[in-house]
T-cell receptor
Framework: DTEVTQTPKHLVMGMTNKKSLKCEQHMGHRAMYWYKQKAKKPPELMFVYSYEKLSINESVPSRFSPECPNSSLLNLHLHALQPEDSALYLC????????????FGSGTQLSVL | GIQVEQSPPDLILQEGANSTLRCNFSDSVNNLQWFHQNPWGQLINLFYIPSGTKQNGRLSATTVATERYSLLYISSSQTTDSGVYFCAVTTTMEYGNKLVFGAGTILRVKS
């Protein structure tokens, strides 16, 4: 099973809402990532978890809050987002932090109204 | 930091044609990966290729690490090959490894 599963596929939220994005992998990977991608741009790294501990936070605003409940799950909690946060949010995983083959989920298309 | 440049930025092919995409990087890297993002946003890892040549069906990739470039060959292109092709390299930072993406090549295959 070489799949990273993300839910929901689409999300529309207001600026006062709280929502969560979920990601799951069963490949035994110990590194999991959140990326943000704007249209026609490459993915931008947001967070990296290695062995369930936050290893990298790329200066992401606190309205984005990651969580890694266990080695298979990764969440991204959203609160008080801005319209400019509308983007495709991608989860990924790899065996070792940023050194091994990276597998992406299909993403959550987020619209903030 | 390391720079990753992809060329061409855009490419239009007639179905059945062959093409070569290039990725240049400015410093030594630990590995290199090629990805295809389809029009629905799904990013598929095509190759993990720090050096040498690999083939997968109609696609093949070659990385010459000493000369800091990689090539992705698409033969007998099909409309399903359309999308964006990204190369990404891993470089070592103070806090560990970091994956750096190029800007991508947008490919459109016409039937």
């Amino acid at each position: 099973d070489t799949e990273v599963t993300q839910t929901p596929k689409h999300l529309v939220m207001g600026m006062t809402n709280k929502k969560s994005l979920k990601c799951e992998q069963h490949m035994g990977h110990r590194a999991m990532y959140w990326y943000k991608q704007k249209a026609k741009k490459p993915p931008e790294l947001m967070f990296v978890y290695s062995y369930e501990k936050l290893s990298i936070n790329e200066s992401v605003p606190s309205r984005f809050s990651p969580e890694c409940p266990n080695s298979s799950l990764l969440n991204l909690h959203l609160h008080a987002l801005q319209p400019e946060d509308s983007a495709l949010y991608l989860c990924a995983s790899s065996q070792v932090m940023q050194l091994e083959k990276l597998f992406f989920g299909s993403g959550t298309q987020l619209s903030v109204l | 930091g390391i720079q990753v440049e992809q060329s061409p930025p855009d490419l239009i092919l007639q179905e059945g044609a062959n093409s070569t995409l290039r990725c240049n990087f400015s410093d030594s890297v630990n590995n290199l990966q090629w990805f295809h993002q389809n029009p629905w946003g799904q990013l598929i890892n095509l190759f993990y290729i720090p050096s040498g040549t690999k083939q997968n069906g109609r696609l093949s990739a070659t990385t010459v690490a000493t000369e800091r470039y990689s090539l992705l060959y698409i033969s007998s292109s099909q409309t399903t090959d359309s999308g964006v092709y990204f190369c990404a390299v891993t470089t070592t930072m103070e806090y560990g490894n970091k994956l750096v993406f190029g800007a991508g090549t947008i490919l459109r295959v016409k039937s």
